[in-house]
């Protein structure tokens, strides 16, 4: 018996689309997989055969190609069929193209309700440093009595001042970690205005160009086509304050603010 046989036919789910084509998108999967859709009444799910287990590499470079590959292929989606609704890398459903249509009939209403509110809508990322420096002077400039200890401070002998400026540092320290709340939440309030919807994100990839600078926040946004410019506005106006950086990436599918249940 072969090992397809074994494991079993599957197919793997890149995305659903708000459209009930039966279409063929060609080798461009993973693996270049032949992609195509499978649909139910107006709607369809983008997939590639498959056998029913998971897609497991050691080599990092070759997981690397399966998940452009996977973005790639919800892409060429959303420029074929607007906003679709995407799955996370690596969702099979075992079964073949009846058991998929039994499931699109099965959570039919809610993808159809999922695709309506993200109609005409894309996500974008936006992450807003600061250079701690400029922010360490600010503290000291507008503290009174910060500025005061650090001028003592540099009056007195090195092994003398020791304690003291451990003391200067971790309350510079408590002030800077106040100030950057502080900001994120006045930066989150104006870009609030401009999107639909919006998430803080507690973790986030700070690209290496970023390395030196400190990060005040990451936000998801999802964003209506209408509004982007006026996001691409206020963010260009925290962008042109001394000292702030902004780094705005996008427009991707909306995977931060779909919230079916996948499979």
Not at 193 to 198: C, L
Request: proline share 3%; hydrophobic share 35%.
């Amino acid at each position: 018996m072969s090992e397809v046989q074994e494991v079993g036919e599957g197919r793997y789910l890149y995305c659903i689309i708000n459209s009930g084509v039966q279409l063929n998108l060609g080798r461009i999967g993973i693996e270049d997989a032949e992609a195509y859709t499978i649909p139910y009444k107006d709607i369809a799910v983008v997939v590639h055969s498959c056998q029913a287990k998971p897609y497991l590499s050691k080599d990092e470079e070759k997981a690397k190609r399966w998940v452009f590959a996977h973005n790639y292929v919800i892409d060429k989606a959303a420029e074929l069929f607007g906003t679709v609704l995407p799955f996370s890398f690596d969702v099979i459903i075992k079964g073949d193209e009846g058991t998929v249509k039994d499931w699109l009939s099965k959570n039919y209403e809610k993808f159809k309700q999922e695709l309506e509110k993200v109609k005409d809508k894309a996500e974008y990322t936006v992450q807003i440093f600061c250079d701690q420096d400029r922010l360490t002077e600010k503290i000291l400039s507008e503290d009174g009595d910060l500025k005061a200890l650090k001028e003592k401070i540099e009056k007195m002998p090195q092994r003398a001042a020791y304690l003291l400026q451990r003391k200067l540092e971790l309350k510079i320290k408590d002030k800077i970690s106040a100030e950057m709340s502080k900001l994120a939440e006045e930066f989150a309030l104006k870009i609030r205005e401009q999107v639909e919807e919006m998430k803080v994100e507690e973790t986030s990839r700070v690209p290496e160009k970023y390395k030196d600078k400190k990060l005040i926040v990451t936000l998801s946004c999802l964003v209506h086509k209408s509004r982007v410019e006026g996001l691409g506005k206020v963010l260009e106006e925290i962008n042109v304050r001394e000292g702030y950086i902004v780094r705005f990436t996008g427009p991707w599918a909306p995977f931060s603010f779909v919230t079916f249940k996948e499979g």
